[in-house]
């Protein structure tokens, strides 16, 4: 099973910035030094049904912060853009589970962690992710075996 023609293409930093600008309705930090970050950050997001862009990024999320990001993600149907790329994650069931159940993500950056083949599966079974965004480990392991790639109803373009 091949990729079809078109659907991969590389990810830079202009790309990336002029996405989330014409994407994102509006972009606040809110942390210096991954201060704010901790359970009750997740919950709090979990209530807010106006935030659509979510970046969590170079090492802002740690392991421990995955089971209230996946009950963030599991009651949080506004999110539409998710970035946890650079993080070095570990692969996670709950993880998993939690991008098998949210409907509402259409673009998600997953590069810079250590996830294996089991994501692909998840987002296969929700298949509601249109941008997908992996590093040149991930997709020289899984991009041309996964059947993701081809079966994906959703999947407008994959960056590497």
């Known amino acids: 099973m091949g990729c079809k023609p078109g659907r991969f293409e590389r990810w830079n930093y202009s790309t990336s910035i002029t996405f989330i600008e014409k994407n994102a309705s509006t972009f606040a930090p809110i942390w210096i030094g991954n201060s704010i970050l901790s359970p009750q950050f997740f919950s709090a997001l979990s209530l807010n049904h106006t935030i659509t862009t ?6 802002t999320l740690f392991q421990e912060f995955i089971p209230p990001l996946c009950q963030l993600l599991l009651t949080n149907q506004t999110i539409k853009a998710l970035d946890i790329s650079g993080n070095l994650l570990a692969p996670s069931t709950e993880l998993n589970q939690a991008f098998k159940q949210n409907k509402s993500i259409q673009v998600l950056n997953i590069s810079g962690n250590k996830f294996n083949q089991d994501v692909l599966d998840s987002l296969l079974e929700s298949d509601s992710i249109q941008y997908l965004v992996i ?8 991009q041309h075996q996964h059947q993701y790639f081809s079966q994906s109803k959703s999947l407008i373009k994959c960056f590497i």
Do not use: V
């Open 54 to 59: 979510l970046m969590l990024t170079n090492t």
């Open 135 to 142: 590093d040149k480990t991930f997709a020289a392991q899984h």
